[in-house]
């Protein structure tokens, strides 16, 4: 879980700066890793029977949500909303680490 999160926060932070068509591609790998990084959270949860599986499921498809937003607005040529959501990912991320991710980890922990 860890390095995935590492790979994403690289991504958010390296991306932040990056000219169109290069900002688009990053996007679309952004969607891929988490996607990727959320379904192995999903199947972990799944494993241990985890109780607050249905919030912290709906957490990573509201952050699905945005990044596909994200990838709209920039379709329809809103580079500004895209980036603003693209902008504001890295705290939400952090916070969702920090919280649900943490009590998840301890949980798998205990059932080792
Ligand atoms: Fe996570
Ligand atoms: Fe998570």
């Known amino acids: 879980m860890d390095q ?18 290069a900002f688009d591609d990053a996007c679309r790998r952004l969607a891929t890793e988490l996607a990727a990084d959320l ?3 999903n199947r972990l949860m799944r494993d241990i029977n985890y109780v607050p599986a249905v919030v912290h499921q709906a957490a990573h498809n509201s952050l699905l949500a945005e990044i596909d937003r994200a ?14 959501i693209i902008r504001s990912l890295p705290e939400w991320v952090e916070a969702h680490i920090n919280t649900m991710d943490l ?5 798998v922990t205990r059932t080792k």
């Open 39 to 41: 379904t192995e959270e």
């Open 4 to 21: 995935s999160h590492r790979i994403v926060f690289n991504l958010l932070e390296a991306m932040q700066c990056l000219p169109r068509p």
């Open 71 to 84: 990838q709209c607005l920039l379709a329809i040529g809103d580079e500004t909303g895209s980036r603003e």
């Open 103 to 107: 009590a998840l980890a301890i949980a």
